[in-house]
């Protein structure tokens, strides 16, 4: 019994082994203080895969020594999800708004696409070392690759000083993310959710 087994045991890891290889992977994560910031940055988000339609979510991003936070709310203000990235990893908490859809996506990709296009390139460049991704500036864009691929685009380079709208082509997860940032005359959309 047991000698007929073991082949069906090793089809399943197989299977789980192979599962697991489809996932894009996820590069290291840059530590939070190196992005932390008393304001609470606000962004409308538009998700557009290469195949389907675009979602455009307000974004209420806030950064501090211990998590980001980033509470996705409707044009009409209903939160639709709250990304948290900690010391415990990427999650999605669970929205208020009805009949709204979850992301597609998870949330280990929409919190490293944020850190590519919040945090300093030298916080990247140290977080990315001694592994399988680099990040490279030059004058028009940032490039993030992954064994020595491309794996996205951020068109143009990211300053947070001078912010500006940023198109994110992510090569990896067939996924363009633009982020553009509220000014002063849309502060009025939603409030952050506190704790």
Known sequence: MKR??????????????????LTPPVSPTPPLAAATTADTLKSRLTFQP??????????????????????????????????VRDADGARFEAGDAPGESPLPIPPAWLASRLEWSLWPLDTLRDAFDGSAWQVVDDSA????????????????VPDREHARTLTLDDRQGDYRLTIDPMRARDDGEAPMEKN
């Open 141 to 156: 864009h940032r490039d993030i690759l992954y064994r020595g691929e491309l794996a996205a685009r951020i068109t143009p």
């Open 50 to 83: 290469d195949e389907g339609e675009p979602r455009t979510l307000i974004a209420f991003i806030r950064i501090d020594p211990d998590r980001l936070r980033a509470v996705l709310v409707t044009p009409y203000g209903q939160r639709v999800t709250t990304l």
């Open 4 to 21: 007929s087994l073991r082949p069906l045991g090793l089809l399943c890891l197989a299977m789980v082994l192979s599962a697991c290889s």
